[in-house]
């Protein structure tokens, strides 16, 4: 299948802005990473795309992840100009998540796509959704948040994204949720509803999106000190 042109210059967007980070000077302090699972239609990727905005940070969202991780050449261009600092603590990570899960990885795409991921988390200022992000980056180089929504809300979102009218939006949440659940476990066998997983559990339909925003960054901050959201 052949991926729409602006995917492709989406992905190229992030992985420059990522290099660009990768660049800066080593004395100054890596910048967390976000890495949120979401129940479909949380809004959790209108959520990661304004955090991304009010931290400077880049956006990875689960279709530049899922690019990036099925796509070599996406891969190698990703840890271009890395130095050997940072690719040997990307392998010590690696192999600590073997040792931790020792069926991480199984599959060549995950295998793949802990290695993107742990590349992100090494570098730093990246908000990521979902894919497996909170399970493969430790606290120390992200916060880790699941964000959930009233299923009414969830189900007027699905209906609104793709234009169905409840009866068929109601069918194709269920089948959101089912994958959602059945790649978690498969992958990174885990419960991906189970909150001791996570730093945070933000209700998008108590807080709204802005208000969820506003508690994710200011969580941020506040754990992290100043290098989480300076520029």
Not at 111 to 127: D, S, Y
Not at 130 to 148: E, N
Not at 213 to 229: H, I, P, S
Request: overall charge neutral; glycine content about 10%; charged content about 30%.
């Amino acid at each position: 299948m052949t991926l729409p042109r602006s995917l492709d210059q989406l992905v190229d967007h992030q992985i420059g802005r990522w290099h660009l980070e990768a660049q800066r000077p080593t004395s100054r302090p890596r910048r967390p990473c976000v890495a949120l699972s979401r129940l479909p239609g949380s809004g959790a990727d209108e959520l990661g795309q304004l955090l991304a905005e009010r931290l400077g940070y880049a956006f990875f969202g689960i279709e530049i992840v899922d690019r990036i991780a099925r796509k070599a050449g996406v891969q190698r261009e990703l840890v271009d100009g890395m130095d050997e600092r940072v690719r040997g603590a990307i392998e010590a990570i690696l192999d600590g998540l073997r040792g931790r899960h020792p069926r991480f990885g199984e599959s060549d795409y995950v295998h793949r796509l802990v290695r993107v991921v742990t590349t992100l988390g090494e570098g730093g200022a990246a908000v990521i959704v979902g894919r497996g992000s909170p399970y493969i980056l430790g606290p120390d180089r992200a916060l880790r948040a699941l964000i959930v929504a009233p299923r009414e809300e969830r189900l007027e979102r699905i209906a609104k994204r793709y234009d169905l009218p409840l009866a068929e939006a109601h069918s194709r949440l269920e089948r959101e949720d089912a994958a959602r659940r059945q790649f978690v476990t498969r992958s990174f066998h885990v419960d991906p509803d189970d909150a001791s997983l996570y730093d945070l559990v933000v209700n998008t339909g108590t807080l709204g999106i802005e208000g969820a925003v506003d508690l994710l960054e200011a969580t941020l901050r506040r754990r992290n000190g100043d290098a989480a959201g300076s520029r």
